[in-house]
């Protein structure tokens, strides 16, 4: 894991633009519990089960077993008012993974076996008709937006915020509070909902045989009791669950990060279950079935039947048609721990959802170009004038530059919601460690070119979209890394 160290030095310009690094240094804690920040990916267990759903429920026993697995709420009646229209025949899914420690889950924190429920995952799966084209788009736990006025299912009332993190909206008011919070965000019709827990992801992944994996080194994390070598491996169950909970011993343990590592999961996890081998197996689609619809909660509209129909009109789905990203967001300007809306990419994003274009449509759409701060701790004469040029002539936007008199690494820090432009300008920089660095600021990555620095890797298109880390499910799993 790379962490960026910071110390006490006497500062060499009156700009507040400059900054210290140094190498050995721990980041301070980050402000926000820990055990907030612990999420899994339940979601995906049942988009898995409505595939398998659609393959295997013939027998009224089974049907009637698995419709009784779920329970309702009635989203309609909760939200009321305008909603947003729907503009074509595109369903819109939100899938959410809870962290109640109620029942089964209490074993993942006992201390918190009374705290109300968060929603630890939030993921809109858009689905085109037909099956021509899926793409779960997910919606950082620590975003920061307009929480609305809730109705709740007991009959009171949950006041509106200027603003909040968005997972609490389903603390405020459930799952329909945070269907209304994303559809008042982002203008899409939401038409359904489902919602799970830790148990469930487990079972779905026992249920297929195992998800496989890649691990960019080895990790031994007490927090997580994950204990996995580097390279390839096949896990299930509480190993799985340890896996996507993970925070300390995978990536920079930043938020974003996470969510990356886990849609690579999933896009395993998706490849897996769509392949002839699973849907062919009766047991596995019934155990598949089973673990999927355990513990799930719907909206209204969303029962069993509706399950089936909405998977047999996705028959022409496969693995190399979907695809995951994260929706464009900065670093939030009060808060370097949290992150905000990239304006106006997060609007034409949406805008695309919206009209059911590609990914690839709304990635040209939110393209845009990097900002970089320059500083030179190289000690020679020139060097940060050549290699401004050098990013300029590569789409890069430089912002500023400084002279650092003391002698630094060559590095790459940003603040959270940064990620895709650092991996951008990493990729130009030979030899660049990346590291989160909330005092970067929003919108801008900082670069330290040190005494090993030589020149700017030749790379024909620098710019990239602000969409980050698009995942395909049929990619190769060791060749994104986490």
């Known amino acids: 894991m790379l962490t960026i160290q910071t110390e006490s030095l006497e500062p060499m310009s009156s700009n507040p633009t400059y900054l210290d690094y140094a190498d050995e240094v721990e980041p301070a804690p980050d402000p926000a519990p820990r055990r907030r920040g612990r999420r899994v990916l339940k979601w995906f267990a049942i988009a898995t089960a409505v595939v398998v759903v659609a393959a295997g429920a013939t027998g009224y026993g089974f049907y009637w077993q698995l419709q009784h697995n779920i329970d309702h709420e009635d989203t309609d009646k909760l939200i009321g008012g305008k909603r947003p229209p729907k503009l074509n025949s595109a369903l819109n899914i939100l899938m959410l993974g809870t962290d109640s420690r109620a ?8 201390g918190m076996k009374n705290d109300p429920p968060r929603s630890d995952t939030m993921i809109l799966l858009h689905l085109s008709p037909g099956g021509k084209q899926a793409t779960g788009i997910s919606f950082p736990r620590d975003l920061m937006v307009p929480i609305p006025a809730c109705r709740r299912t007991d009959g009171t009332s949950s006041p509106a915020a200027t603003v909040g993190m968005i997972n609490s909206s389903f603390t405020n008011g459930g799952a329909s509070c945070t269907v209304k919070t994303i559809e008042n965000l982002t203008h899409i019709k939401i038409d359904h909902f489902m919602q799970v827990d830790f148990t469930s992801f487990k079972a779905v ?14 990790v031994n994390d007490k927090d997580s009791k994950l204990h996995l070598t580097k390279g390839k491996h096949t896990i299930q169950g509480e190993t799985a669950l340890a896996y996507v909970r993970d925070r300390h011993g995978l990536g920079d343990e930043s938020d974003l990060q996470r969510i990356k590592r886990q849609q690579q999961f999933m896009g395993s996890l998706a490849n897996k279950v769509l392949s002839a081998g699973t849907l062919t197996d009766p047991k596995k689609v019934y155990d598949l079935a089973e673990a999927g619809t355990k513990s799930l909660t719907t909206d209204k509209g969303l029962d069993l039947g509706t399950m089936v129909k909405i998977a047999r009109s996705m028959h022409g789905l496969t693995a190399g048609k979907l695809d995951f990203v994260t929706i464009p967001v900065a670093a939030y300007a009060p808060d370097p721990n949290r992150v905000a809306l990239l304006q ?16 690839e449509a709304a990635a040209k759409k939110t393209a845009a170009p990097v900002s970089v701060r320059l500083y030179d701790a190289t000690g020679r004469s020139s060097t940060a004038a050549k290699v401004a040029k050098q990013l300029k002539a590569q789409g890069f936007q430089i912002v500023g530059t400084e002279t650092m008199k003391t002698r630094r690494t060559t590095g790459v820090y940003y603040a959270q919601g940064s990620q895709p432009q650092a991996a951008a300008l990493a990729a130009v920089v030979p030899g660049a460690k990346k590291a989160l660095y909330p005092k970067a600021g929003p919108g801008v990555v900082n670069l330290v ?14 710019g990239i979209p602000t969409l980050e880390g698009e995942i395909h499910a049929d990619g190769d799993i060791c060749g994104t890394g986490t």
Do not use: H, W
């Open 103 to 110: 029942g089964a889950n209490a074993k993942y924190g006992r």
């Open 205 to 218: 992944t026992e249920a297929v045989g195992g998800v496989e994996v890649c691990l960019p080194q080895d």
């Open 449 to 462: 070119l040190g005494t090993s620095f030589t020149a700017v890797k030749e790379k024909k298109k620098a």
């Open 344 to 359: 106006p990419d997060a609007g034409r994003f949406f805008t695309a959802i919206r009209q059911d274009q590609s990914v």
